[in-house]
């Protein structure tokens, strides 16, 4: 008499608790993955914003210890004349021996002089490296300035001891006491140094992924050796493409797997660029099968409860209805 009336009740109940658990779910996770996806950029910009700030401090340190070498009196004395100093390169050796990262330091003098520190080889002509890079006008306008050079490097320092791809040199104008230009001076240091500041490790949920790049002011994109490879549909050409006007720092790839994090490089024409990536489908795995788990849990349960629910209404009515019978 009322097995009809048992399963509407069955389909209403079940109908009302499957779209009550399917919106359930989906509000749980898409709440879920936009703090998640929100808190992990503003995490990642703070831990690259740390690195960008540790990174300037160890360029100061440098700057300025090699403003000390270069406004030494027997730097200067050296480059009044064309006489050759032997007091210069013990200047220029205790330059490079107060930090690790120094590979070597060159001094270009107004007066055609040239002094190396004692591990530097084959220094280009200071005529090549005026056509290679425009510094001199940065220099115009500030007292050092800093670039990353990619030609010619083995000639430089033994080929062992200096990444392939380039090396970050600090320029320095050397001026006499009237503030007329006497020369230059060069420290170069080991490129890896700055992506020691980003490289990958166990910090954090994303940074362990991260890959580092340079942009050149020739726009050559240097990477990074530290780097895993490229996600899928991100290109170099992709991180090559700094845009010309940006409200932030960083960009979101266009499928929303990755952040890029654009740092220009302080006092140069170069630019380090941070690819983070925010893959949540990977990392929030454990955390979605747990929640579908829960949900599967939920419904069966439901279905349980309904089962009773709907026998405790008919059962009385059967009962009711037989004894109207008799």
């Not at 990174?55 to 406004?71: A, V």
């Not at 210069?88 to 107004?110: E, W």
């Not at 059962?315 to 009711?320: E, G, K, Q, S, V």
Request: proline share 4%; net charge positive.
């Amino acid at each position: 008499m009322f097995i009809a009336l048992e399963r509407k009740i069955k389909v209403f109940l079940i109908i009302i608790i499957i779209m009550a658990a399917l919106i359930n779910s989906l509000t749980v996770n898409l709440t879920i993955r936009k703090n998640i996806y929100d808190h992990s950029v503003q995490l990642s910009q703070q831990h690259i914003k740390q690195q960008n700030q540790n990174l300037r401090l160890n360029m100061n340190l440098i700057e300025e210890t090699s403003r000390l070498i270069s406004e030494n009196p027997v730097i200067k004395e050296s480059l009044e004349t064309t006489d050759f100093s032997d007091k210069v390169i013990p200047l220029l050796d205790s330059l490079r021996a107060s930090n690790l990262n120094i590979l070597g330091v060159t001094v270009y003098g107004s007066n055609g002089i040239l002094y190396l520190s004692s591990n530097t080889y084959n220094a280009p002509k200071f005529e090549k490296v005026k056509d290679n890079f425009h510094f001199l006008n940065k220099l115009a306008e500030k007292n050092s300035y800093w670039m990353v050079r990619t030609k010619d490097i083995p000639s430089f320092y033994n080929y062992n001891s200096v990444s392939k791809t380039g090396i970050f040199t600090c320029a320095i104008c050397i001026k006499n006491n009237h503030g007329e230009s006497l020369g230059y001076l060069f420290v170069d240091t080991n490129i890896n140094s700055i992506y020691d500041f980003y490289k990958p490790d166990d910090s954090g949920m994303f940074y362990n992924k991260s890959s580092i790049y340079i942009i050149t002011s020739d726009k050559k994109t240097l990477t990074s050796p530290y780097n895993p490879p490229l996600g899928i549909g991100l290109q170099l050409a992709d991180i090559n493409m700094i845009p010309p006007f940006m409200d932030s720092s960083y960009t979101i790839e266009k499928n929303r797997k990755s952040i890029i994090t654009y740092y220009p490089i302080p006092n140069s024409s170069d630019t380090v660029v941070i690819v983070t990536p925010l893959d949540l489908n990977s990392q929030l795995g454990t955390l979605i099968t747990v929640l579908l788990v829960l949900g599967f849990s939920f419904v069966l349960v439901s279905f349980l409860l309904i089962k009773i629910l709907s026998k405790s209404i008919i059962y009385p009515l059967t009962r009711l209805y037989e004894s109207m019978q008799k």
